[in-house]
Structure formats: structure tokens, C-alpha cells
């Protein structure tokens, strides 16, 4: 018999297998198994699967290993969309219509029995509420107490005299982008620490974008400052997108915005409806379009089309995993991301459906937080209804990766 590999070695040789095979290798023998159960080994494998960082990653009471398993049961059940895999609940309690809905809840999953999926919704009826998607207990779904810190203003700005601006504030934190719908007047953007920290004697620092009749923006999630813009061309008879990169040049007594334009393209005169628009990654846009959601490169190469509703979608959701749109044909429709090739692919998935057509109007806002599905279902007679859908992890279902 040749000479067995020492603890070393061995967990040099499992830093190079995927997760099956080292659940595989932890069947050989005690030593083998121990060494399989080490936290750097699982705690890689986690990484890898789901780049971020460590302290991204909501273990709570788990083992990196149990974290990676549960994880990813939890994708394997979103994938599938099968009736067993959620819980589907409808939950009334605003007397008006829902103007928002948004998670309080940390959007990385946690599996160790103590997590919690929040949504807070805004009505018509003038109330705010918050609501536990997975318990769903309370009739009026007062389940939380919301404390609304102190306020205090610190800067005043009138950007677009006499129109309705939006703001889009920047994944970094460092820049607010705001713009008037339609409007000649060109698109701003703001340094924030200006805005926070404003001077008696200069306005705040920003710059204005060479371009007008601004319809739609979005950040590159995965880049610090990255804008991407969709507007009219000169004579306002194409829809453009155009994506810049913005930087900050300090001196001693001044700070100058830098704004390189790296992409533009014209949209195909298809997609002159557009309606709604997310980005994904550095460069992939979501575009949709009456009822088509459209996948686009930020230089305009179309990865992907899909035509899964019978009625307009009203919004989309967008995350590292996943894609949700909802749409007034009263369904959502969930997409996932292919992590095996090298421009993103999205495969379409399945339908989540709402309530009878007979009381509702369709789904007018969709959310998720990786673990549950929140959607507002409009009703007839013009309130709303918080329809959750929660899938279900079994955490106690032993050394088997979904």
C-alpha cells in the first residue's frame, strides 16, 4: 500500500474540486471527511459561485458549508418554480392602492431559521406598512413598528425651474444624476459630497450632459459610475442610448466632474415604446417594450428577446441571479442567469400567477430578495393586494447540493 497524502496535501487537492465532488470525497474515510468539512474549502466555493464580499454574505448561525448547501437548494427551487417549492400567499390590509413596494430586508439570503423577508408598502390610503412575507400573520399587517430617523435638510437645489425632476442616485453613493422627463433642458449630474456638504459661496458641484429629451436612465450596478442614459437623438425622431463614465478630478480649491462617453447606440425603431430600463452587470441593459423584455449590450448588440406576456409589463427586477417582470396580464415571470458562459444568457423560467381576473387588473410592481417574491396585485375596484410567494429551503436534508 503507498503512503497515504497528510492533512496538507490533501486539502490541496480539494481546493481544486467543485462541491459534489468533495461531498464525494468526504465518503472515503474519517480523515477524508474531516478534511472535506474545512471552512476555507466551503468558504472558497461560496465565493466563487457568488462573488462578494465576505461580509456581503448573511450566515448568521451557519457553517460556510451549510450556508453553500441551503443556497443552493434555494436556487435549484427559484429555477424550477414548481407548486411544492413555495408558499403563496395574498395579503390585504391597505384600503387604497399600493404606490410602492420595496424590501427593509437584507437582499442576500440567510438560512439559519432567523431570517426574515420584509416588504414595506405605500398606499393611497395614506399609511405605510411593513409586512413579514413569510409568516403574513397579522390581518392588518401591523407586524412591525417603523421608526423614521430624524431628518435634518442640508442643501437646497432648484435644478429644472418650473418641472418635475427624478433623482437616480449612483451605486457608490458618490453621484446623483437627475433629469425631466422628456424635456429639452439637458440631464445634471451632482457630486454628492457637494450636495451634503454645501458651500455658502459656490452652488454644488455639477455638470450638465450634452443630450435632451432624457426618457429613461439606470446605473451599471456593477460599476461605481457608470450612466446610462436613453433619449432622443438631435432631431428627436430615434430613441438613443448612450453610457458614460464619471469622475471626479480634485485640486486644492475645486473639484471638476469628468464625463467620458464609452458606448452609445440607436434603438431599433421596434423599440420606440420603451418603457422601462435595468442594467445588469457592467454591460447589459433590460429593455422592455410594450409586452417584449429585450436584452442589449451598452454597444447595442442584442443578446436576447422574449415575448412571455400577453399584456404590457409594468416592471422588472433585476439581481445577480435572477430577472422578474410583472405585467397586467396578472402574472410574473422569472428568468435566471446562466453563470457558464461569457456574455450573460438569461433562460426563461416559469410564471408565478396572481388571483382571479374576475377582482384583479394585473400586477402593477414586482420585488424579490432571493428568497421570497413580493408582487402588487391591482384590484377592480382600485386598491391593491401584497401577493407574496416564499420558497421553501430543507435545512436539515443532509450533504446533497441542489
Known amino acids: 500500500m503507498g503512503p497515504q497524502l497528510g492533512v496538507h496535501e490533501l486539502l490541496h487537492v480539494f481546493s481544486f474540486l467543485e462541491a459534489r465532488d468533495l461531498l464525494s470525497a468526504a465518503q472515503v474515510d474519517k480523515v477524508w471527511n474531516e478534511v472535506s ?96 412575507l413569510r409568516e403574513a400573520a397579522c390581518a392588518d399587517g401591523a407586524l412591525f413598528t417603523l421608526a423614521v430617523p430624524g431628518l435634518q435638510l442640508r442643501s437646497r437645489v432648484s435644478v429644472f425651474l418650473d418641472h418635475p425632476a427624478s433623482p437616480l442616485c449612483s451605486p457608490d453613493c458618490q453621484w446623483v444624476f437627475m433629469w425631466t422627463q422628456d424635456s429639452e433642458l439637458g440631464p ?94 457592467s454591460e447589459v441593459l433590460l429593455l422592455a417594450s410594450g409586452s417584449e423584455l429585450v436584452l442589449f449590450t451598452i454597444h447595442g448588440l442584442q443578446l436576447a428577446a422574449f415575448q412571455d406576456h400577453q399584456k404590457p409589463i409594468t416592471s422588472v427586477c433585476v439581481d445577480q441571479s435572477r430577472v422578474i417582470t410583472s405585467s397586467f396580464d396578472l402574472s410574473l415571470r422569472v428568468y435566471m442567469w446562466k453563470k457558464d458562459s461569457q456574455l450573460p444568457v438569461l433562460k426563461s423560467c416559469y410564471h408565478l400567477l396572481g388571483g382571479s381576473h374576475r377582482w384583479a387588473s394585473g400586477f402593477t410592481q414586482v420585488d424579490s430578495d432571493g428568497v421570497s417574491v413580493a408582487g402588487v396585485e391591482a384590484r377592480s375596484a382600485g386598491t391593491s393586494v401584497l401577493r407574496s410567494y416564499y420558497f421553501q429551503v430543507q435545512r436539515g436534508r443532509g450533504d446533497r447540493v441542489g
Open 37 to 132: 468539512r474545512t471552512k476555507e474549502l466551503w468558504r472558497q466555493l461560496c465565493l466563487r459561485r457568488w462573488p462578494c464580499k465576505d461580509s456581503q454574505m448573511r450566515l448568521g448561525t451557519q457553517t460556510w458549508k451549510q450556508y453553500y448547501l441551503c443556497r443552493s437548494e434555494l436556487e435549484f427551487r427559484m429555477e424550477s418554480g414548481r407548486p411544492e417549492d413555495f408558499v403563496c400567499k395574498a395579503i390585504a390590509g391597505h384600503k387604497g392602492a399600493i404606490a410602492k413596494l420595496a424590501y427593509i430586508s437584507p437582499k442576500e439570503p440567510c438560512f439559519d431559521g432567523r431570517e426574515k423577508s420584509v416588504a414595506c408598502t405605500v398606499s393611497s390610503d395614506g399609511t405605510v406598512r411593513a409586512w413579514d
Open 188 to 281: 445634471k449630474v451632482f457630486h454628492t459630497r457637494s450636495l451634503l456638504c454645501p458651500s455658502e459661496d459656490e452652488p454644488p458641484v455639477s455638470t450638465t450632459l450634452p443630450i435632451g429629451l432624457t426618457s429613461r436612465a439606470c446605473w451599471a450596478p456593477a460599476e461605481a459610475a457608470r450612466l446610462v442614459v436613453m433619449h432622443r437623438n438631435d432631431n428627436g425622431l430615434q430613441l438613443v442610448v448612450t453610457t458614460y463614465e464619471l469622475g471626479a478630478k480634485k485640486s486644492r480649491d475645486a473639484v471638476n466632474i469628468l464625463v467620458q462617453q464609452i458606448a452609445s447606440f440607436v434603438l431599433p425603431d421596434t423599440m420606440m415604446s420603451t418603457h422601462l430600463m435595468k442594467g445588469h452587470g
